[in-house]
């Protein structure tokens, strides 16, 4: 059974830094691997998606990285901002069908002015 | 494209009164998910849709709840009747084959308190 790990739960950083968001999985199986954020009460949004046979994606100042073979995938945030802060998700598809994608429970970033 | 879209934004009602919650996905979209966030389980999926058919129910919790898609713009997840442990928000999204990634795209949720 596919689960997703993230850790640590929380991260508070100060303004400016580069930082490294972690996910484990215990399958290595998988079809593609997606970095979510989600602010308070709000729904989540799709900021990377990596296919297993990639090895990162970037999106400005985000740079998503996946290891299959370890089960690892980080999400680099560099030069941080306060507008950053905010609770971060991995998920992971384990096959090709849209079928349900598994969850990590997430990491609640919140950056210090 | 407005995203998808879900109505209620709160709901509060007594325990024992029957919820429904509507989603209407992203145009053109053939997948639609339900999913239930709460503090202790994190996100949990409850149940999907394929062109209208639901395809996995596994994780709806108990015959309380329902969930029906009738047409390709609209759901609804329904619980009947309420019980203080069902107060989660609840996430509704779609995604698409076109793009072959099936990236999922989540409504803004609905946060349903039950007293």
């Known amino acids: 059974k596919q689960e997703v790990t993230q850790i640590p739960a929380a991260l508070s950083v100060p303004e400016g830094e580069n930082l490294v968001l972690n996910c484990s999985f215990t399958?290595?199986?998988?079809?593609?691997l997606q970095w979510f954020r989600q602010d308070p009460g709000k729904g989540l949004t799709s900021l990377l998606l990596?296919?297993?046979?990639?090895r990162e994606q970037t999106s400005g100042r985000l740079n998503a990285s996946l290891d299959k073979s370890s089960g690892r995938s980080t999400l680099y945030i560099a030069a941080s901002q306060p507008g950053d802060s905010a609770t971060y998700l991995c998920a992971v598809r384990p096959n090709s069908s849209a079928s349900k994608i598994i969850f990590g429970s997430g990491t609640r970033l919140s950056i210090r002015p | 494209d407005a995203g998808v879209i879900q109505s209620p934004r709160h709901e509060v009602t007594e325990m024992g009164q029957e919820v429904t919650l509507r989603c209407k996905p992203i145009s053109g979209h053939d997948y639609l998910f339900w999913y239930r966030q709460t503090m202790m389980r994190g996100l949990e999926l409850l149940i999907y849709?394929?062109?209208?058919?639901?395809?996995?129910d596994s994780g709806m919790p108990e015959d309380r709840f329902s969930a029906k898609m009738p047409n390709a713009s609209f759901s609804t997840l329904k619980i009947q009747p309420s019980e203080p442990r069902d107060s989660a928000v609840y996430f509704c999204a779609s995604s698409t084959p076109d793009l072959a990634a099936y990236e999922q795209y989540f409504g803004p949720g609905t946060r349903l308190t039950v007293t």
């Open positions: 399958d290595s199986a998988i079809y593609n």
């Open positions: 990596i296919q297993s046979s990639q």
């Open positions: 849709f394929n062109n209208n058919v639901p395809i996995d």
